[in-house]
């Protein structure tokens, strides 16, 4: 049954929330009311447009109902095609995206309860990500408290671009929380749109946008570095999701290059970029940004220097490959272990408490 | 380092390798210098209102530079101005010392190309081609000018390029990189036209002040960060020419991207194409892989030169792009500028030396 001889720790996956109409038992008077008086139901984000061919694998399209919206589909298309031991939910929802910061909190505590309710307690497999009011810091942190102590709740959810750059020390009271808690950070593909998506504005293709977030995760690694969140919080890890790592090489190259020339603007980065990214960042093995020759791609791993980067994924419903073939051509075999489950317990401590 | 990637100068004249530098700045020694092109009415709104950009500031940058002017300590002319301005000093300390035979200049500091005012824009870029011409050009015949166009305008643009196109002294067009909208986007496309026609390359140097942050994400905080997001902001340019399908439009176009280091080019064509197979449906004005359009049609300035941790990377990197696709360039007189003798920390063979330090450029620019 699984393919790949371990049962692999899956830290993707995106169950798919119809829209706040499915929050209303997990909320309370006063935001029922409003949800229900504005008509407020879809939140779906403009970077994963349901009938887009990259949002949903044809061969995972529901004849009716929402892709990835039922534990059912979950369990056949993810998690038994792959012999997956446990898999971390990653809800794609919109409500942090809200300028109303009190509603997004309403709506992400909502979308928290309905993960732990409707899936959580259904399957012992499952872990999730904590969706919080980003906008908010205190929002967030209090969101952040109020999980806690339930630990299938095992990394926070950040929209990979928000107000501000992640390592702005506004945000700060976010990293306090989520390492206290033993809780990464996951940057996922999302925008609350705040900013154009480039430095030149806004591109045309939605293919763009998916490209170009490969820019706003560096922008957001290179804030919280160059801001010294990793030096005041050092137990802190970043996970990107769906970021790839051909740009890895790069972004390590010329990030300690131009801190030798210029960290006395930034004194307290206390050691190279390239050496705080392998102790604090981790990514999601889909998409496979890489060459496609396997010889290549081993030597794009030797450049990226660390084996402990990679977290397995499918990135379930979203199109990154067939079949089986979640794993790329020329991964080396000694890699396994780590990339299939090692890796993802040393990231996750909540995980590793359960698995041992 | 000890290995440095020139041969002696003392080599035979025959076989004697001349560099082309494809990154240079000449400098005005102050704004009130382009009065000598300017009509009385734009003289008279340069005096009372100056160049007005998407920033805070008139004369300086919202995020201050690690050296005044940006540039090098000891660039700083004898008989003052700032950095650039000085064509005896330039050939001393850098035309003459690294026996350059051609050096492209790139008019950074003052320029019409994203100034807010419309006929402002155009009377200025006008004005700072001239001033290449009469300054720079006409004196030093190594030296090759850029037409400076304020890509904002698309019709004054190509008007612009209409007049200097087949003059020798320029050898191609230079619009700010971080413009209103992404360089795809098809207002522009009528200068790409002018460009294809009169075979002039889009010689695209990072700058500009779109108003748009310089991250995608947020604005930074520090230098050290805005110093980077020009390069994501460059992957970012080159997807929205590809993807939005300039370069399929304009198959002769060439795109020169000039100082973004080269670090990231591979991996933008790797995601371009991986995100492709899935997204096709949506640009199907793409007849080839994504990335075929980055080996085909694009040239990139080397400086700053890529850095790995181990020196053997650096030539892997070069395979993956093409000992064809870059071009070296000093960004003189700035202060990260890279010194021809010591800027690659690899061995080349002559071949790939030649190609890298001359033989590329002659080719794309018609040398």
Known sequence: MAPFGVAPIDCDLHPALPGCMALLPYLDGHWRDEIASRGLDDLDLSLWPRGAPLTVRPDWRSAKGLAGGTLEALRTQALEPFGTGFGILNPLFGAPALHNVDMAAALCRATNDWIAAEWLDRDPRLRAGILVPVESPALTVEEIERRAPDKRFVQVLLLGAAETLLGRRVNWPIFEAAERHGLPVALQIASSARHSPTANGWPTYLIEDHVNFAQTFQSQLLSMIAEGVFTKFPRLKVVLMNSGIGWVPSFLWRGTKEWRALRREVPWVDRSPAEIFREHVRISLQPNDAPEDPEDFAVLLDMVGSDEVLLFSTDWPHWRFDGVEALPPGLPERLLPRVLRDNAIETYPRLKETVQ | MSATTLPRTDAPAETRLRIVDCDIHPAMRSSAELDRWLPARWQQHRREYGLRLRQPFTSTYP?????????????????????????????????????????????????????????????????????????????????????????????????????????????????????????????????????????????????????????????????????????????????????????????????????????????????????????????????????????????????????????????????????????????????????????????????????????????????
């Open chain 2, 63 to 367: 995020y201050p530079k690690s050296a005044p002017a940006l540039s090098r300590r000891d660039s700083w002319p004898p008989s003052g101005g700032p950095p650039g301005s000085d064509l005896d000093f330039m050939r001393e300390q850098h035309l003459d010392l690294h026996d350059i035979a051609f050096g492209m200049l790139q008019p950074l500091s003052v320029r019409g190309m994203d100034e807010r005012v419309p006929g402002f824009a155009d009377a200025v870029s006008r004005a700072v081609n001239e001033w290449q011409l009469e300054d720079w050009t006409s004196k030093d015949k190594r030296l090759k000018g850029t037409i400076a166009v304020p890509g904002e305008d698309a019709a004054a643009a190509v008007k612009e390029i209409e007049r200097w196109a087949g003059h020798p002294d320029f050898v191609q067009i230079s619009m700010v990189t971080r413009g209103l909208e992404p360089l795809g986007r098809s207002r522009y496309w009528p200068i790409y036209e002018a460009a294809e026609h009169h075979g002039l390359p889009l010689g695209l140097h990072t700058l500009g002040t779109s108003g748009h942050s310089v991250a995608g994400g947020g604005w930074p905080s520090f230098y050290y960060e805005e110093h980077q997001a020009v390069a994501m902001s460059l992957a970012a340019m080159c997807a929205s020419f590809i993807l939005e399908g300039v370069a399929e439009r304009f198959p002769k176009l060439k795109f020169v991207i000039i100082e973004g280091g080269f670090g990231w080019v591979p991996s933008l064509g790797w995601r371009m194409d991986s995100h492709w197979k899935a997204l096709r449906s949506e640009v199907p004005h793409l007849r080839k892989k994504p990335s075929e359009y980055l080996k085909t049609q694009f040239w990139f300035t080397t400086q700053p030169v890529e850095e790995p941790e181990k020196p053997e990377h650096l030539r892997k990197l070069i395979d993956w792009i093409g000992w064809d696709r870059l071009l070296f360039a000093s960004d003189y007189p700035h202060w990260d500028s890279d010194d021809p003798r010591y800027a690659f920390k690899i061995q080349m063979a002559e071949a790939e030396r030649r190609a890298i330090f001359a033989g590329n450029a002659r080719a794309l620019y018609g040398l």
